[in-house]
Structure formats: C-alpha cells, structure tokens
C-alpha cells in the first residue's frame, strides 16, 4: 500500500513562503502522478498542482499559477510545493494525493495523505 505524509505548513504572513512536502512511501511512485490539493470547511476539495513522476509534466490551477512551483526529488520519493506571495485566501489544508494520471478531480486519486495546515494571516 502506497502511504503519503504531508509537512511544511504552519503560521506564515501575507506574501511570505512555505514549502510543503509530500513523502511517499510502502511502493514506489513510478507509474503515478502526485497532486495538491487544499480544502476549507464547507467547500469543495480544491485541485492545485499535478506532476507526472515518469516525465516531470506538471500543472497548475489559475489560482495559482506563479506563486507555487510543484517539483519531484525521485531519489527521496518526495514531491514540493514551493508556495511564494501567500494571501490570506491561501488558508486551507494542503493534502497530496496519487493516481495514474494528473486530473483536476480529487475522485479520481487512490491514495491521500492527512493533510498540513497552511495558515496565511496578519
């Protein structure tokens, strides 16, 4: 069984930067793609970020788009999520999920982690 583990959130203030990490770990992640996700109480399960692990293709909500950076350490089996310029709006927790393909919809994915909590206030 695939397991993943979240970390890096915490308190940050507006435009400041995180980086969150997602460690794999049981099965090899090869032949997966790793997506971010965040969520709130009482909205949807919001798609952020997809990296294909066997061709780094990555993808990125309009949210967004350049502020975070997705990116793969294969070595570690780890995938990050640079999160630069954070706005209050950016408040969620962040979770990583598996699946054989990138898709906006977190129904698809197999595998999840616990969830980090990001908080950006002043």
């Known amino acids: 069984q695939l397991q993943l583990v979240e970390s890096g959130g915490g308190l940050v203030l507006p435009g400041g930067s995180l980086r969150l990490s997602c460690v794999a770990s049981?099965?090899?992640?090869?032949?997966?793609?790793i997506g971010w996700f965040r969520q709130v109480p009482g909205k949807k399960r919001e798609g952020i970020s997809c990296?294909?692990?066997?061709?780094?293709?990555?993808q990125y909500a309009d949210s967004v788009k350049g502020r975070f950076t997705i990116s793969r350490d294969d070595a570690k089996n780890t995938v990050y999520l640079q999160m630069n310029s954070l706005k209050p709006e950016d408040t969620a927790v962040y979770y990583c999920?598996?699946?054989?393909?990138?898709?906006?919809?977190?129904?698809?994915?197999?595998?999840w982690g616990q969830g980090t909590q990001v908080t950006v206030s002043s």
């Open positions: 049981g099965l090899t992640v090869d032949g997966y793609s």
């Open positions: 990296i294909s692990i066997s061709d780094g293709k990555t």
């Open positions: 999920a598996a699946d054989p393909i990138c898709v906006a919809s977190p129904y698809e994915y197999d595998y």
